[in-house]
């Protein structure tokens, strides 16, 4: 750890972009929220680097726009995120499709926040993807329930199994509910699970 002030600790693992430089906070056990009226929406180039924030998302990241563009949207990912999600976001939008699922980001002061992010991708004129779009909402609380669950046993997984074993988990889970991953987030969400 780094001590930066006297309050303030931050990991040695830092983000570099150019002459830009993030360092990535060490999380605290403290939740922020969002009003179900407000959408965080960020854009990103084709490298998930941010190319655009909105206000909610500069509020919610806790990063001003000088510091976060041209950052890897990995700025705001929690350590309590399985890479297994992110794979299978990545897996996906790059087929041109969209996304949905629920994260815990991670704040400039440490706090986090969940959301039910919709990934999708941005095409130019001759329908080549030129980048991502993601749209932000209040996820359902009552689904934070199993989704938390299972991200924990898809994060002990990877421990010691990395992606490969975070995925069998996930692929368990959605054969346990019969249902496509798509079909189990927007069960969860809508509450008709």
Avoid: C
Avoid at 62 to 76: A, C, F, K, M, R
Avoid at 139 to 146: E, G, M, Q
């Amino acid at each position: 750890m780094f001590e930066v002030s006297k309050n303030k600790t931050v990991d040695l693992l830092s983000i570099k972009r150019g002459k830009k430089k993030i360092w990535k906070p060490k999380p605290i056990n403290v939740e922020k929220f969002f009003s179900t009226s407000e959408l965080i929406v960020s854009k990103t180039d084709t490298r998930g680097n941010i190319t655009y924030g909105n206000e909610v998302f500069t509020k919610m990241a806790g990063y001003i726009e000088d510091e976060y563009l041209g950052q890897p949207h990995s700025i705001v990912r929690h350590p309590d995120m399985p890479k297994a999600v992110f794979k299978l976001l990545w897996e996906t939008i790059v087929t041109g499709r969209e996304v949905n699922a629920y994260v815990k980001n991670l704040s400039k002061d440490g706090t986090y926040y969940w959301v039910f992010a919709n990934v999708t991708p941005s095409f130019d004129r001759q329908q080549n993807i030129i980048g991502y779009h993601s749209t932000r909402r209040v996820p359902n609380r009552d689904a934070l329930n199993i989704v938390e669950g299972l991200y924990k046993k898809m994060k002990s997984s990877e421990s010691f199994g990395g992606i490969h074993e975070s995925s069998t988990v996930l692929i368990d889970t959605l054969k346990q509910f019969k249902l496509s991953y798509e079909e189990l987030i927007f069960r969860l969400q809508y509450n008709t699970l």
